[in-house]
Structures are given as C-alpha cells and as structure tokens.
C-alpha cells in the first residue's frame, strides 16, 4: 500500500511542477522562461545524486569530489573546444568572483563532509536541506523584490516535507561542530544561488573554473585527511555519473537558472530535490518506501501551491500574490 500512496504523490508532485511551470509562461519573457526551464532540469539532475553516490561504493568523500569534478571540467573543456570557444577567456574573472563560485562549490561540499562526520547523518541532511528555503527568503534582499507571507508560508511547508523525507531526529545526539557546519551548508549554497544572480553577467563557462579549482583543492584535502581508496567495477559508472551529471551540468544549469531566471520559483522547485531522489532510491533498491513519504508529498505540493501564488487569500487580487 506505501508503494502505491508513494506512486500517487510521485505522480503528482510533478504534475504540479509541470502546472506550475507551464503557468509561469504567462509572466515571465521567453529569455527568462527559457533560463528558468534550464534551471529547473538541475532539480532531476540533483534527484540523482544520492542513488549515483551509491553506486560509487565507499570512495572517500574528498577523492570522491575531486573525481567527479575533475570529470565535470574535462567535460566543460570539450564543450568549449567543440563550440570553437577560448577556454581561458571565461576563467578572467575578477577575485571576488573566484571566491564566490569556489566557495559555493567547494564549501558546501566541505562543510557537508564535515557535518555528516560529526553529528547523526539524519540531522545533518535535515539541517543543511534549509537552503531553498533561504532562497526564497533572500531573495526579499535583491532590488526590486518583495517578500509576501505566502512565499513565507510555502516555504515552511515545502520543508516540513523536506524534513519528513531526509528523517530528521531531533532527538539524536551529535557534535556542536557537525551541526554548525551543516547550518553552513545551507547558508553556503543558498548565498551562493542568489549571490550568483548578482553578478549575473560572469559567464557560464566560468563554473568549468569553479569546478577545476574545487577539484585541487578536494584532491589536497584528500591527501592531507583521508586514505585512497578508488572505486571498484560498476563504482567507476557512478563516478562518471556525478561529474557528468549533478557534480557537473546540473552546476551549469543551475548558474543559468539562478542567473537568468525566476529565482524563487527555483526556489520553491528544489523542494522537489528530496522526493524525486528518494523516489530514485526505491526504484534502484537503494531505499525502502514508507507512508512518509506521501505525507512529505502533500506537504511539499501545498507549499508549492501556496508559494507559487495560486492559493489566494480571500479578498485579494491576483496579482498581489503573484511571485
């Protein structure tokens, strides 16, 4: 019976990510409805991740990084070579922009490797998984946006669901430390999405860059803390996987969304990361279905629904709670 419920809000998560999108066309110009439609196939690209990390075995987090990143820039190089494009002219980028993509790649998966070693991996999952709802919230900081109670109201449900599916214990024990670094992580990626949108004009094909840079600094990471252990068999399939996939397009697609697109519609479509991934799980035999995560469904989609502006208050005009 849960793998019928789980089939049911699998179904109509994304019939209402389809609805909502196809809808987003009557506000947004073709530019930004096109950048925004390449933003959020990043949200399928990431679903695969977990299932993909899998089937990598048990490769050290740092090496693991430094392969699939070091995938993702071969791959941004051959890209470059067949569109007859400079591959150093994207990588002239000031060093604030440096820091800010480097950061955001790197930091977040250092933080996140940190975290998962230091307090229960439940909670830590929980905690870092806070960053599309600070989307939606800084995006009230950027001009020309506002912040309207439904987008508040939305996100909170759109985590609660979030929550019920990467199980969060409060109750667990775990390190001061771990918890810190997985409330960096949010912070990290979620400044580093909107702080994207900021400098906009960087190029796309400067994340090769990024992803050159974060894999390095992974590999010295992994020389200084870790033991080498390389992928065994099918292992190698799942780390090509992630350097071509939600290690390598899904951060291109991501630049352009963030970029070019609508950010909080991103935003509240990310919350769709966690069910889509999990739902992958099942199907691979790498998780078990559960009634949870039908209730995370329904809460997921309400909060899409409400955050999206479709929900109205009683009263209001249409465009009031539009996003």
């Known amino acids: ?61 740092f090496l693991l990084t430094a392969l699939a990143f070091s995938i993702a820039f071969v791959c941004f190089a051959v890209w470059l070579q067949w569109r007859g494009a400079s591959l150093v002219a994207p990588l002239r980028q000031p060093f604030g922009v440096w820091v800010l993509g480097v950061g955001g790649l790197f930091g977040y998966h250092a933080l996140y490797f940190v975290a998962q070693q230091n307090a ?24 020309g946006e506002r912040l309207k109670s439904a987008h508040v109201i939305g996100a909170l449900l759109g985590f609660s669901g979030a929550a019920l599916l990467v199980g969060g214990d409060v109750n667990a024990g775990g390190g001061a430390l771990g918890y810190m670094a997985a409330l960096a992580c949010a912070f990290v990626w979620s400044g580093y999405s909107v702080l994207s949108r900021v400098i906009r004009d960087v190029p796309t094909a400067a994340v090769g860059g ?18 080498t252990q390389w992928p065994q068999g099918v292992g190698w399939l799942g780390v090509i996987g992630l350097g ?12 352009v969304g963030v970029k070019h697109g609508d950010l909080r519609l991103l935003g509240f479509l990310a919350y769709f990361t ?50």
């Open 120 to 143: 229960p991996p439940a909670n830590a999952g929980l905690i870092s998984y806070l960053w599309p709802l600070l989307i939606v919230l800084f995006v009230a900081l950027l001009p």
């Open 244 to 255: 071509l996939g939600p290690v390598g397009s899904a951060f291109f697609t991501w630049d």
């Open 1 to 61: 019976m849960f793998k019928s419920h789980i089939a049911l809000a699998g179904k109509l998560g994304l019939a209402f990510m389809t609805e909502e999108i196809a809808m987003t066309e009557t506000r947004l110009s073709a530019p930004k409805l096109r950048a925004t439609a390449i933003g959020a196939t990043t949200v399928f690209n990431w679903a695969l991740l977990a299932a993909l990390t899998q089937l990598s075995g048990p490769v050290p987090p």
């Open 274 to 323: 966690p069910l889509l991934s999990t739902l992958v799980l099942i199907a691979t035999g790498y998780a078990v279905p559960s009634a949870l995560l039908a209730v995370a469904a329904v809460l997921i989609t309400l909060g899409m629904f409400i955050g999206s502006g479709r929900l109205r208050w009683p009263g209001r005009e249409p465009h009031e709670e539009r996003a």
């Open 210 to 227: 990024f992803c050159l840079v974060t894999a390095l600094l992974a590999a010295l990471c992994h020389l200084l803390f870790e033991t």
